[in-house]
């Protein structure tokens, strides 16, 4: 059964931007921390950006002024936008929720920044 459902992905040119959604239900959204996370090829799974209930953002250094996370509670969707693209973001994204006793993943959407 799909939870979080993720569009927005696809190929851009280095300095290019991208804009990721995560829509889900709102007895998910509402209670739930999210998150976008990035898996490149032979790599692990590492956190990008997060965003509590209340608006409260974190993001990892390699993101730092390039990303966004944002949350619009009127529509269950949580955005990642993604500026200045590199090469080195090339990974698939997956969004995830963690509210109290669950987490959530999508089921991932790929970006590819061409140099």
């Known amino acids: 059964q799909v939870q979080l459902v993720e569009s927005g992905g696809g190929l851009v040119q280095a300095g290019g931007s991208l804009r990721l959604s995560c829509a889900t239900a709102?007895?998910?959204?509402?209670?739930?921390?999210m998150a976008w996370y990035r898996q490149a090829p032979g790599k692990q799974r590492d956190l990008v950006a997060s965003?509590?209930?209340?608006?409260?953002?974190s993001y990892a250094d390699s993101v730092k002024g390039r990303f966004t996370i944002s949350r619009d509670n009127a529509k269950n969707t949580v955005y990642l936008q993604m500026n200045s693209l590199k090469p080195e973001d090339t990974a698939v994204y997956y969004c995830?929720?963690?509210?109290?006793?669950?987490?959530?993943w999508g089921q991932g959407t790929q970006v590819s920044v061409s140099s």
């Open positions: 995830y929720a963690n509210r109290p006793g669950f987490i959530y």
């Open positions: 709102g007895s998910i959204f509402r209670a739930s921390a």
């Open positions: 965003i509590t209930t209340v608006g409260i953002t």
